[in-house]
């Protein structure tokens, strides 16, 4: 507060006058008369400490005015567990909800499942072929950025001869409308996989096996 005046006489009471606001004292025999240049010491705290208006309101009323930006993050992982869950009940269609029909999935390894995947087609095909085996999966991790899920998770066997039970790590790449348009699979045990698919999925004979 600046004091512009200050004047002392042999009275009883002591006023202090501020714009706006006026506060009346008893002492015990000098009055006292201050006028202030401004009337709320916190509009001058305000200004030393560059508060802003907006937090200052916020925190004398305890709420949080307007609402953080909404991420897609969030919209990511929950299309990546939404996949999870269509796998764990081999239901096609609810896998191709959160795929763009132009996916790619690459299945590492040197098995008759294993390169890169192109469409809908190809993608669901690989499921429904891979539903034989009883493939459970059991997520441990995920995190998104702006483009990406990271997810890890134990993946097993319940059929067939042999087993695989390792860990898995995919990177799932989203589209601008938000669908998944590339993963990549990692495998722990790679040489598990692969010895588990030559036993289970066998090459057809020539000529049947070739494209043409």
Do not use: C
């Amino acid at each position: 507060m600046t004091v512009q005046s200050l004047s002392t006489t042999a009275a009883t009471t002591a006023t202090a006058t501020t714009t706006g606001s006026t506060a009346t004292a008893t002492t015990t025999g000098s009055t006292a008369t201050a006028t202030a240049t401004d009337s709320t010491a916190s509009a001058d705290s305000l200004s030393s400490s560059h508060t802003s208006a907006a937090t200052v309101e916020s925190t004398a009323t305890g709420t949080v005015t307007g609402t953080a930006p909404a991420t897609r993050a969030g919209s990511k992982t929950e299309a990546v567990e939404r996949f999870f869950a269509a796998y764990a009940a081999q239901d096609l269609d609810g896998m191709r909800e959160v795929l763009a029909p132009g996916i790619e999935w690459t299945i590492p390894g040197h098995h008759p499942l294993s390169g890169t995947k192109h469409g809908l087609g190809e993608v669901l095909s690989f499921f429904s072929q891979l539903g034989r085996a009883g493939f459970q999966a059991d997520p441990l991790f995920l995190d998104s950025n702006d483009e990406y899920v990271v997810d890890i998770h134990r993946g097993w066997t319940t059929a067939g001869v042999g087993r695989v039970d390792t860990m898995w790590a995919l990177v799932w790449h989203f589209d601008a409308d938000g669908k998944i348009d590339r993963v990549f699979n990692l495998s722990g045990d790679q040489h598990q996989m692969d010895t588990y698919v030559w036993a289970n999925f066998p090459l057809a004979p020539l000529p049947e096996r070739l494209a043409v």
